[in-house]
């Protein structure tokens, strides 16, 4: 129990997590972490299921990637890593297609086989109809890189479903790059080092808030008026909550969307041969579906035998009461947001960081070395030598 923390940590995500492990192993700080979910881990927690023994990521599939050294020396110390290597699928009008889009997809998607230069011709044909440089929304930038035939059959229902608006709505920004792979790599990610947490991400987490100095409070939400009191302007505080509930919503709301995550026991052993499949066709309500027992072959012993676990991802707007999980980030939120940061500029003795606290959407490792370059560059500096515990530029 850690009487008179000397830094208040508010969340208990990869951000949190990872500043206040390092004021407590470092720095030897008091840390106390307020958590107003009933678990640590933000949204990379994870349970494994009673019935089937398989590993559920309770918030929507997370798998790590990084090629920041320094990123993945740190996680190495607290979990070793499977050999994992994540391939998505795609499924449209009754096939199946392997993603991203490569060799294999073309040759099946235009039934017949191309060489990699034949393949360049086709997709550059067919892409020619629209210049890049005049794409004016999505559609028009998706169609001038790929063609029409391959973005209306695995982009448009698709990016739709996922953001509920029509991809001429939607900015082109959106898709910068959509890789084609002229060849039949159909890893996801391009990154250095990949793999899953061996003992689960609870495993993990739990082991980065395992320090004497550090003491975790769940069901404590830090925007309460009585633990707000207790602590603001008391002592320095991270906070890696939503920015815009920081302040009450003065600025008003910036939007997200959220996903509903539909879980289902199916009496099979193997349901769909991989761990996530995309409903492509536009009819299908889901954007995917997960099917959690292929993200760790190595346990397969351990499964009941006969079931599998099965996860429907349904995306949506989110209303004031669902998680927030990917920034909309439209010209409005952009507005706001400036405004908030200002607000947070200007607040003392607190940082924000994290995903919620500066509205942007941070993969795991990219959490992890934000929190590491806060730690660095402000909060070091404050206990070590007294300089100023202030944002700037939030988490800057
Ligand atoms: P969070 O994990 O959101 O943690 C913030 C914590 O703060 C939460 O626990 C919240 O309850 C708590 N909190 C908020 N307000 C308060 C308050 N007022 N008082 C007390 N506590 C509060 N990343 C990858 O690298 N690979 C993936 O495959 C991947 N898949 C993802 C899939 C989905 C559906 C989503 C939403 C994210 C995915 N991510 C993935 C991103 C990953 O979840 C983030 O990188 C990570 O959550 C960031 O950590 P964080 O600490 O900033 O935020
Ligand atoms: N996308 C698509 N079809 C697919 C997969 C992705 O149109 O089969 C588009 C879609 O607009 C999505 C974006 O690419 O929002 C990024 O997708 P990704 O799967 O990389 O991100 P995630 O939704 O998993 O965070």
């Known amino acids: 129990m850690v009487t008179q923390p000397d830094l208040v940590v508010v969340g208990s995500g990869f951000f949190g997590l990872t500043l206040a492990e390092r004021c407590a192993a470092e720095l030897d700080l008091k840390v106390l972490i307020l958590e107003r979910r009933p678990h640590i881990g933000g949204n990379a927690y994870s349970e494994f299921d009673a019935e089937t023994g398989i590993e559920v990521h309770k918030y929507g599939t997370h798998l790590f990637h990084t090629s920041n050294e320094r990123v993945w020396e740190y996680v190495n110390r607290f979990t070793a890593f499977t050999n994992y290597q994540h391939k998505v699928f795609g499924k449209f009008k009754g096939q199946v297609y392997s993603l991203p889009m490569n060799l294999a997809l073309i040759n099946s998607f235009f039934g017949k086989s191309h060489t990699p230069d034949e393949a360049r011709a086709l997709i550059a044909e067919q892409a020619s109809e629209i210049s890049t440089e005049d794409a004016k929304n999505l559609e028009e930038k998706a169609i001038s890189l790929i063609g029409r035939p391959l973005y209306e059959a695995f982009i448009k229902g698709y990016t739709a479903k996922q953001w509920q608006t029509d991809p001429t709505e939607l900015s082109a920004e959106i898709i910068t790059r959509l890789p084609v792979r002229y060849n039949f790599d159909n890893r996801y990610f391009n990154d250095k080092y990949e793999g899953l947490p061996v003992d689960g991400y609870t495993a993990w987490l739990q082991r980065m808030a395992d320090h004497p100095n550090i003491e975790v409070r769940l069901n404590v939400d830090f ?21 815009d509930e920081y302040f009450g919503n003065s600025e008003g709301r910036l939007s997200w969307r959220t996903v509903d995550l539909e879980q289902e026991i199916l009496p099979v052993d193997d349901y769909q041969g991989t761990g996530v499949v995309n409903a492509n066709d536009p009819e299908v309500p889901f954007t995917r579906e997960l099917e959690f027992r292929h993200l760790h072959p190595e346990r397969e012993a351990s499964y009941t035998k006969g079931k599998t676990l099965v996860v429907r991802e349904y995306s949506r707007f989110a209303e004031a009461d669902d998680e927030p999980y990917y920034p909309i980030n439209t010209a409005e939120d952009r507005e706001k947001l400036l405004k908030y940061r200002d607000l947070a500029n200007k607040e003392p003795m607190v940082l924000f960081g994290g995903r919620l606290g500066t509205y942007k959407y941070l993969d795991m490792h990219m959490a992890i070395a934000s929190a590491l370059s806060m730690y660095d560059n402000k909060v070091k500096p404050h206990f070590a030598d007294g300089a100023e515990f202030k944002s700037g530029g939030v988490d800057a």
């Not at 707000?228 to 920015?243: D, L, S, W």
């Open 223 to 243: 925007l309460d008026p009585e633990v707000n009191a207790e602590f603001k302007g008391k002592v320095p505080i991270v906070y890696t909550g939503p920015v």
